[in-house]
């Protein structure tokens, strides 16, 4: 047998394993990494979080993704470059953490990588009959392991689409196997560029398991940071509190057919761009709005149309508890419309529950990849959007 089979047999059968997970959002501020210790699969995972960090992009990373970054006319030359130029940097910053964090890559079973997305084409949005749902993220996982020296698992979301999936939201999994609570319904919502939340109901039935896309989270927010105020994001959600939200704005940005789409549904920022907010500005008569007024609106965009989705889903006489993570539940402007608009929900972050907010989407990879290697089929039912499957293709070092 391969040696390299022989060992991840051996990873798999270890009571505990060491997994790293990898994220790298559509915010494209950095490179989560989180360090994980597994014991155990599905409905018997623990997952212990010992080291977390981000990695932040310089602008020059994050100037050379956002040439390919949803755009439907590109470089080909570059978007090939760049696939093995992200995976040799993500695997340098990964060796970089192991020493920040006083460990080696021996220490390591698995790398968890869920790479850097590029273009999100869900069949709801690209319309074209005869394609089925699509997604691409690049950073090669050979790429990350022959630089590390790890086995890699990545490119998780494309056995998500090739089962019948969008792609996303893949938080799904990791969600039901770590925060499920007998007796107390939970509603898991990531707060990233584009906003999602799981909802897990007390009685653990896998097959009752929600999650969808509900629309911008921090997207269109960091977009106009960095266009009127040079800022990467609204830190304190500062420019947002200064501003006023426009009602006829508001109205002409949550007339688009997606918010009226079934569930569940995912978007990305190929949909809610610049273009978008312009052409909502347009329609409403806005275009010479302050600055700050507009940014407080966006906030109050991404507050309405998650609030929204999470009553659409929930049932009236029954109670949930709402538990934040990512980049958006640090904006008390966000956080505070959201407590307006939904005040019979209870709220928390994650990190209540044993894994920080940052930490969330890296862990979730990592905890991807322990399934792929350890875990037995869950059936989630035959719903649309939640493909019993196990995901994750495997990069071996040598």
Known sequence: MNPNLVKLFQIAQKPERRIVG???????????????????????THVT???????????????????????????????????????????????????KFNLTPNDIDIIASHGQTVFHAPKILHRIEKYPNATLQIGDGDHIAV?????????????????????????????YFIFSQKDENRIMLNMGGIANFTYLPGNLN?????????????TLIDAFARKFFN???????????SGKVHD?????????????????????????????????????????????????TLTRFSAETIAESILRVCKKDESYRLFLSGGGMHNPV????????????EMDVTDSLGIAGDAKEAVLFAILANEA????????????????????KISFPS
């Open 22 to 44: 990898l994220m790298s959002g559509t915010s494209m501020d950095g490179l989560d990494i989180a360090v994980c210790r597994f014991s155990g699969s599905g409905s018997q």
């Open 49 to 99: 979080l010992e080291h977390f960090d981000t990695v932040i992009f310089s602008e020059d990373i994050k100037d050379e993704i956002r040439k390919v970054f949803a755009k439907k006319e590109i470089d080909f030359q570059l978007l090939c470059l760049l696939n093995s130029w992200i995976g040799k940097l993500h695997g340098k910053m990964i060796l970089d953490s192991l020493k």
């Open 147 to 175: 630089t590390t020296g790890i086995t890699t698992l990545s490119d998780f979301r494309q056995k998500h689409c090739a089962a019948g999936g969008e792609g996303a939201p893949l938080a799904v999994y990791g969600d």
């Open 206 to 218: 896998a097959q009752e398991v929600f999650v969808t896309d509900t629309g911008p989270g921090n």
């Open 231 to 241: 800022l990467p994001y609204d830190k304190g959600g500062k420019i947002a509190a």
């Open 248 to 296: 006829e704005l508001l109205k002409c940005l949550k007339k688009d057919a997606f918010f009226d789409a079934p569930f569940p549904k995912t978007t990305g920022p190929e949909s809610f761009s610049l273009d978008y907010v312009r052409l909502a500005q347009q329609r409403s008569g806005t275009t010479s709005l302050a600055p700050e007024d507009l940014m407080a």
């Open 334 to 345: 966000l956080v505070g419309a959201l407590r307006e608009l939904l005040p019979d929900y």
């Open 373 to 392: 290697l350890c875990g037995q089929p869950t059936d989630f039912g035959s719903r649309e959007g939640v493909p019993s499957v196990s995901m994750g």
